[in-house]
């Protein structure tokens, strides 16, 4: 059983030893050598995969059973080519790694398509045309790029000045993905933030959608987001969003985890963003959950059996670093570590920047605790520990 992960980013490190635990022979490709997830693959290929005729060839040659795509650069024509040829299955599904690099495509699809609801939103291709929007739509004005993952090249627009710098942000998160068009979005005045992760498998009476506890999540000043699990919401509340999760779930079809990103307001529930892919709000489940997102990924991937059962809350931070500040591992202090994890029923993974990219995570501060509260304020103290490491 052969899977070929494409993208070997730090969180892929994860997904590759969730495979690996179920018997899965694992071959991690990405552009660069000395990728994350090569150090604990079975196997690591260097490829452009942005190039179509490189990844399919790559294909052709590992020829595996599945094709997972784990990163925000990806050539579709390849994974498209390999589907069409009936031996591989390209998980989560052509389509859904099609949308999850478009997020114009997605909004339409959840807005126009599916009717869910959503903050009043436009879309911009040059600074004047994101003039315009802005003068039309008022401030504050959310503006983000119509690729990547979410909260990455994100601004928060309260004036007229602030049109071309959020512009010149959001374009640049692109990275090796050049594009020139942002969404703009009206501030929604909301209770809070959730993800709720939606795994979809195949079962014996066909497709399944298993909803895991919401994911409260912000991000924080100096380059953190805090999730914890779970997030309280009242009846109504939780049961429309897992009517958005499941309509555009079904939607996009394949199996996998979804990270569905919603804005909550009392009851009122409005569709955001969608991850076909664990990412960062989910990294919490490494201490909550009997089964992470990672190991809900994997086995959905490859059709067995999942649960989505919460053992404990918790709560995690991950920080991130600019080019600077994360260019090479730090040298861990042992005894800020141990300062760390004397904290109660706590727990850390500490990152290293590999790919170049402007916005690295540089480590993850995990607690569980008998309830959220104490579960937040025990990974506050790590945290705190942690970002002496990084900046002494």
């Known amino acids: 059983m052969r899977v070929m992960l494409v993208g070997s980013g730090e969180l892929s490190r994860e997904l590759v030893l969730a495979f690996q635990r179920l018997g899965a022979e694992v071959v991690a490709v990405d552009r660069y050598a000395d990728a994350p997830a090569h150090d604990v693959a079975d196997e690591a290929l260097v490829v452009k995969i942005t190039d179509p005729e490189e990844l399919t060839a790559a294909i052709a040659r590992v020829e595996p059973a599945y094709v997972v795509v784990d990163t925000n650069a990806v050539a579709i024509d390849a994974l498209r080519a390999a589907a069409d040829g009936g031996t591989t299955q390209v998980v989560p599904g052509v ?174 529930v409005y569709f955001s963003d969608v991850s076909v892919r664990p990412y960062d709000s989910g990294l919490v489940t490494l201490r909550t959950q009997r089964l992470s997102e990672f190991e809900l990924h994997a ?18 931070e991950v920080t991130y670093g600019g080019a600077d500040e994360s260019a090479n591992t730090p040298e861990i202090n042992p005894v800020l570590l141990a300062e760390a994890l004397v904290v109660p029923e706590s727990d850390v993974r500490l990152l290293g920047r590999h790919d170049g990219s402007a916005r690295s995570r540089l480590g993850v501060a995990l607690a569980t605790g008998s309830d959220v509260t104490t579960a937040r304020d025990r990974v506050r103290q790590v945290s705190a520990v942690l970002h002496r490491v990084w900046q002494p």
């Open 95 to 268: 389509y859904a790694t099609q949308l999850s690099l478009d997020r114009e495509g997605m909004r339409r699809l959840a807005a126009d398509e599916l009717g869910l609801p959503t903050a009043p939103f436009w879309f911009a291709g040059s600074v004047e045309e994101l003039t315009a929007v802005a003068e039309h739509a008022g401030f504050p004005l959310v503006v983000k790029p119509v690729i990547g993952v979410p909260g990455q090249g994100q601004s928060v627009l309260l004036r007229p000045e602030d049109v071309e710098p959020a512009w010149q942000r959001a374009v640049a998160a692109g990275g090796r993905v050049p594009h020139n068009r942002v969404l703009a979005e009206t501030v929604v005045e909301i209770d809070y933030a959730v993800t709720l992760l939606t795994v979809r498998t195949d079962g014996p009476a066909g497709p399944a959608l298993h909803f895991c506890e919401p994911i409260g999540h912000r991000q924080l000043d100096g380059g953190v987001l805090e999730s914890w699990q779970p997030q309280e919401m009242t009846v109504a509340a939780l049961g429309a969003a897992k009517s958005v999760a499941a309509r555009i779930v079904r939607a996009l079809g394949g199996r996998g985890v979804f990270g569905v990103e919603l804005l909550v307001r009392g009851d009122e």
């Open 299 to 316: 086995r959905a991937v490859l059709g067995l059996p999942v649960d989505t059962i919460m053992i404990s809350p918790g709560a995690a």
